[in-house]
């Protein structure tokens, strides 16, 4: 019990309340008959005034709060109605205190952080969306709204962490929105970093041409290569090699910095991924405080966002490569990494039945 009231204030503190304020003001939000609702103000730390607490879409979940304090259905419906009333931030300091005491609830999370997000407050928007991330680990909706948050706070480099991991952890790709590819792109755009600022836009279109291959991507794809000299990032001729096939992989000589290793061809794979001895080896330049998951064939991963200053293919040449390096243990693919589109996004990409084929001079 002392744990949930010391974290219950600790909420309402982060939020901008103060408690004995609240306490004092629950007597006269309600009459003496409507204990239910009084108490449900009490515990959750929230005070509004005596009208709106009277009105019936907020006293009549507040009720059934007192009567069932886990109730999932009534918390939502106190705060959609507190929001509409324009006590967002009450809304948000109820749902945080309602998971805190029901053993963790993640739509309550989620709409606080919405919440905070609506009052600009990046900085509380940030810490709740961490709670739920580790509440739901392997979702992409936390990682998401933190991403939201710190853009809020200009911090660029860890937002790109969290849309990078969003994009990885969202289930179905012929589902997913444009905002984190965008929202990724600008990120890099305001870093100065015009050349990774084309990879999101590329995957965006990778995943649907026929659809997402529009005058704005193209106008988007070719503001960043002028701006970053993008075209002079790459060069080579053409090279073939045999397509993947069930249970076999394609496994090409890399150079990496000038340091040679094995790395599997992964056309499916958003980033060249590789184990932090090669990097070492390579002396690869790490994001230092970055922290990405990303899905790989053998499951999710932990790792950090990193850059090679050249990457060579056999004729194919790459500068200033985003990659991503992860711990030896977690690396099973009897490579040193993986040759994924951060790379392979710089030239032209020919897939058919049996071969692959990579040839320089993309059009930007």
């Given amino acids: ?72 259905e009534a918390i939502s419906h106190l705060a959609k109605a507190l929001d509409q009333a324009g006590y967002r931030r009450e809304a948000a300091v109820a749902q945080v205190n309602f998971s805190s005491q029901c053993g963790g609830y993640a739509p309550a999370l989620r709409g606080a952080v919405n919440m905070l997000l609506k009052l600009s407050d990046y900085t509380t928007a940030e810490h709740i969306a961490s709670d739920l991330i580790r509440l739901e680990p392997f979702s992409d909706n936390g990682y998401f709204l933190r991403a939201l948050a710190h853009d809020g706070n200009k911090s660029f480099k860890s937002a790109i962490d969290d849309y990078v991991t969003a994009i990885e952890m969202f289930g179905n790709k012929d589902r997913i929105n444009s905002v984190g590819y965008y929202n990724m792109a600008r990120d890099y755009e305001r870093l100065g970093q015009f050349c990774d600022a084309m990879l999101p836009i ?45 249970g076999r992989v394609v496994k090409v000589s890399v150079l990496i910095n000038n340091v040679s290793g094995t790395f599997i061809l992964d056309t499916g794979a958003s980033y060249v991924v590789m184990k932090a001895s090669f990097a070492e080896k390579a002396k690869i330049d790490l994001e230092q ?41 977690s690396a099973a693919y009897g490579a040193e990494g993986l040759l994924g589109l951060s790379f392979l996004s710089r030239f032209n990409l020919t897939i058919d039945g049996s071969t692959v084929k990579i040839a320089a001079g993309k059009p930007q």
């Fill in 1 to 72: 019990m002392h744990s949930t009231i010391e974290r219950s204030t600790a909420v309402v503190a982060i939020l901008g309340f103060n408690i004995a304020q609240l306490v004092s003001c629950y007597a006269q939000s309600f009459p003496t008959d409507s204990s239910d609702a009084s108490g449900t103000l009490a515990r959750l730390a929230i005070g509004v005034p005596r009208n709106v607490a009277a009105d019936a879409a907020i006293h009549q979940p507040l009720e059934e709060l007192g009567r069932e304090r886990c109730d999932k």
């Fill in 202 to 246: 590329e995957r965006w279109v990778a995943l649907d041409p026929s659809r997402h291959d529009t005058t704005q991507t193209r106008a988007m794809l070719s503001d960043y290569a002028a701006k970053g000299g993008c075209a002079a990032a790459s060069s080579g001729g053409t090279e073939t090699f045999p397509a993947a096939g069930p």
């Fill in 289 to 329: 405080g970055s922290t990405v998951r990303l899905h790989t064939a053998n499951g999710v991963v932990d790792g950090k966002r990193g850059r090679a200053d050249m990457i060579q293919l056999r004729s194919l040449k790459a500068r200033g490569v985003p990659v991503v390096i992860e711990a030896d243990d």
